[in-house]
């Protein structure tokens, strides 16, 4: 019986050993960085910019997996089906928390499939009217909204995107009525706007910078609860006298759950160099990202707190998936 318990301890330390081994040499092949968005957009180039930098770092290839469709369900999914190596990582944004409320079923459970291993950084959409409108500021947008209840269109680059939350979440707290008018992505809403057949869009900074400076376009707003360094002549939605009212869009790395604490950590110490490179700063402050890299517990916790603000959110504005 000794000499079998022996057999079993040798057994242990070896198992363990090569469990130390296998992690002090990871990365030992490329990683998979899986982004649910087709390629071009906005998220799809800020994680491109990322996988460069942690190529970098980590002496191996990152490669970019754009596995898009259902509202980000499908990318997400595969990851959450995927060994627990680090191999295998997602980049994360807004829908990941709020497809939980939007869509009656998913075939995972988001608060159990995944660990958290980075919170790169949140940023605030950016409110845009044309400028011939006889609304200049946020004040004067909401109390014409008020005295002409239903007569105004706002466009979103899809349904369940944060441009469309955005503005259901303004019509909740402001109590004013609009007409959404979804769109398949930013392009062709931003040029509607433009052509003066909707009439304001709760559009990300990188979608509608280009057009504010050129002045084709007015921002009034920003979306975020404190003024943004992008926009800082630009009040808040709250200051305009919307109480509460806050909606960011944001980026993380998830990989799946069981993955150890020591890969989740490599990652981490990866992508908080990878940030600091300036290919990722310039392609970030294009979307007006403010980078602020906080580790699992952060990420975690921003996570409970979206899913909560757009269940209601959802709840209240009755919003259904396409």
């Known amino acids: 019986m000794i000499a079998r318990g022996v057999r079993l301890g040798y057994a242990l330390l070896l198992a363990m050993a090569g469990s130390s081994q296998a992690l002090a040499a990871f990365p030992d092949k490329p990683i998979r960085l899986v982004i649910p968005f087709p390629p071009g957009g906005g998220t799809d180039l800020v994680g491109r910019?990322?996988?460069?930098?942690?190529?970098?770092?980590?002496?191996?290839?990152?490669?970019v997996d754009n596995r898009s469709g259902a509202g980000t369900v499908i990318g997400t999914e595969h990851v959450a089906t995927r060994p627990p190596d680090g191999?295998?990582?997602l980049f994360?944004?807004?829908?990941?928390?709020?497809?939980?409320?939007?869509?009656?079923s998913l075939p995972y459970d988001t608060t159990k499939a995944f660990a958290p291993v980075v919170l790169i950084g949140r940023y605030p959409n950016v409110v845009v009217v044309p400028p011939e409108r006889p609304y200049k500021t946020m004040q004067e947008f909401i109390a014409y909204a008020k005295a002409n209840p239903g007569k105004l269109n706002y466009g979103s680059f899809g349904n369940g995107t944060s441009t469309h939350l955005g503005a259901e979440m303004l019509k909740v707290l402001a109590k004013i009525e609009m007409t959404h008018v979804p769109y398949k992505g930013g392009g062709p809403a931003i040029i509607d706007l433009l052509g003066g057949r909707l009439d304001v869009i709760f559009a990300t900074a990188g979608s509608a910078g280009s057009h504010v400076r050129s002045g084709k376009l007015r921002a009034i707003a920003v979306t975020s609860a404190t003024r943004s360094p992008a926009y800082p002549q630009l009040p808040t939605i709250a200051e305009a006298g919307v109480p509460g009212y806050e909606a960011i869009a944001w980026y993380g790395v998830m990989a799946p759950?069981?993955?150890?604490?020591?890969?989740i950590a490599r990652l981490n110490a990866s992508v908080t160099l990878a940030a600091q490179a300036e290919n990722?700063?310039?392609?970030?402050?294009e979307d007006g990202l403010e980078i602020s890299i906080e580790g699992p517990a952060a990420l975690a916790?921003?996570?409970?707190?979206?899913?909560?603000?757009?269940?209601s959110v959802v709840r209240e504005a009755n919003i259904k998936p396409d």
């Open 87 to 89: 191999y295998t990582i």
């Open 280 to 285: 990722f700063r310039t392609r970030s402050a």
């Open 301 to 311: 916790k921003l996570l409970i707190t979206e899913q909560a603000r757009w269940q």
């Open 92 to 104: 994360i944004s807004l829908p990941f928390a709020t497809n939980p409320s939007l869509l009656k």
């Open 257 to 263: 759950a069981g993955t150890p604490s020591e890969i």
């Open 49 to 63: 910019a990322l996988a460069e930098g942690m190529s970098k770092d980590l002496g191996q290839q990152i490669i």
